[in-house]
Structures are given as structure tokens and as C-alpha cells.
């Protein structure tokens, strides 16, 4: 009888089974391997392209908001603070030039008002003197005392030098003077007056007549104008007391020196 033997299909089945299993597992984990890797390369790639990503979104942003007047949330709104910062300052500068522009009309009408900014004008007259301040004439006529006529020279032209004149044809009198015009003063009385004219300065009567008027414009504003020629040259009156001496005799002559009640000239 033939010796028995074990069937070795079984085993060999098994044996073929678990070889071929071998391979099929490392397939699997290679697999999972590579699907791990690829996972995470792309996680990877994904957070590198989100943080490439992420300035340029910034730097849209920062574009959107500089463009936008309005602005928007976020960036944006970053962008409208910084043009409503920079916009307060003009709306500042707005307001001074406003007030700056509101008050010049006032510089103008003061300085129209009399030619020396706020001060009163001296007015000539024939029986004295008159100061305008605004819309009034303080009269100031002769006999007033010499006080108060310093006080209006000092008020409209200036401080006067004070001079006493012994030598006058009527007597001794006192002079107030300041750039060129002068008062007479009798004891503590006014009692004349004399403009010689002064660069500067214009003084006239209320109807404009004053040194640098012409024999023309003087014949045409008082009455009873005579002319004559003597020590002194070519000199003036009139029936009102308004007397002056002239360039000349035409009617173009000028007025050079012009004076009303007691005068200390030497004839």
C-alpha cells in the first residue's frame, strides 16, 4: 500500500492567499500614503496661496478705499478717516478767511471817513475855526479861549510849537503853529488864523476852497473878490473877510497862503 500524504492544496491555496494579500495591503498603504502627501502639499499650497492672497486683498482694499469718497467697512472706512481728518483743517482755514473777508469793508469806510484814520478835521472859516468829528462842526470862533483852540490843533493836526511875536503891527500876540498853519492869540483870546499849506495835509472851508485852489475857483465862491498887488505880491479879499495871497493875477494863478481875522504880517 502506498504511503499516505497530505493533501498540500490547501496550505498552498492558503499560502498563495496570504502572498497575494501582502501586495494588495502594501498597494492600499502606499495609496494612503500618497493621498496623505498630496493632502498635504495641497494644505501646503493652499495656506501659501491664502497668505499671497491675503496682501493683495489688503492692498485692493486700501485701493477701493483711497478711490471711494464715501468709503466702506473695514480698509476702506480707514481711508475715509483720513480724508475726513485732513478735511477739518481746510474748513478751519474756510472760516478765518471768512471772518478775515467779513471785516475788511470796515477798513475802507473808516478811511474814507477823514484822511487820517478816527481823527477830526480841521474846517477854515472866515469868523474862525470848525472841527468835524463824524457829521457835526464844533464851532471854534473868534474870541474862543486860546485853551480850547490848542487843544483842536492838537486833536486834528498835532501837538502846536508856541511862539510869541512882540513885534506885530496891532500889538504883541502869541502864535500856535503846526505844519504850516498857525494861530493868533491876543492875551488868552483867539483872534487869527493863517495856512500856509503842508505836504500831507489839505485844509479847506465847507465850500473846498484852501491853498492850491485857483483865483478862478476863489472869484466863483465869494463875493466881492478884489485883487491887488503890493510888498507882499499879489494878494486877495472878499466882502465875507476870506483873504489870501496868489501866484499871480490869472484867473489859473494859485492860492499859496490863505488867512482870515488878525494876521502878523510884515509889510
Request: aromatic share 2%; net charge positive.
Amino acid at each position: 500500500m502506498p504511503p499516505r500524504t497530505r493533501p498540500t492544496s490547501p496550505r498552498a491555496r492558503r499560502t498563495t492567499t496570504g502572498t497575494a494579500a501582502r501586495p494588495a495591503g502594501s498597494a492600499l498603504g502606499a495609496l494612503a500614503v500618497a493621498t496623505t502627501l498630496m493632502t498635504l502639499t495641497a494644505c501646503t499650497e493652499g495656506s501659501a496661496g491664502a497668505a499671497n492672497t491675503a496682501p493683495a486683498a489688503s492692498d485692493a482694499s486700501s485701493s477701493s478705499g483711497a478711490s471711494s469718497p464715501s468709503g466702506a467697512p473695514g480698509a476702506s472706512g480707514s481711508a475715509t478717516v483720513a480724508v475726513s481728518g485732513s478735511a477739518a483743517p481746510a474748513a478751519s482755514t474756510t472760516s478765518a478767511a471768512t471772518s478775515v473777508t467779513s471785516a475788511a469793508p470796515s477798513v475802507p469806510g473808516a478811511a474814507a471817513s477823514t484822511p487820517a484814520a478816527g481823527r477830526p478835521q480841521l474846517i477854515l472859516q472866515v469868523d474862525g475855526l470848525g472841527v468835524a468829528t463824524g457829521g457835526s462842526i464844533r464851532q471854534l470862533p473868534f474870541g474862543t479861549a486860546a485853551a480850547t483852540v490848542s487843544t483842536a490843533l492838537t486833536t486834528t493836526l498835532g501837538s502846536p510849537r508856541t511862539t510869541r511875536q512882540p513885534e506885530c503891527g496891532q500889538g504883541a500876540r502869541t502864535q500856535l503853529d503846526r505844519q504850516g498853519f498857525s494861530v493868533l492869540i491876543d492875551g488868552t483870546r483867539f483872534v487869527g488864523w493863517t495856512d500856509d499849506g503842508a505836504g500831507g495835509r489839505h485844509l479847506t472851508t465847507a465850500d473846498g476852497l484852501g491853498v492850491g485852489s485857483t483865483l478862478a475857483q476863489v472869484r466863483g465862491r465869494l463875493a466881492g473878490v478884489q485883487v491887488v498887488t503890493d510888498t507882499l505880491g499879489p494878494e486877495f479879499s472878499s466882502d465875507g473877510g476870506l483873504s489870501g495871497l496868489l501866484s499871480g493875477t490869472s484867473a489859473s494863478a494859485k492860492v499859496t497862503t490863505l488867512y482870515a481875522g488878525e494876521t502878523c504880517f510884515f509889510r
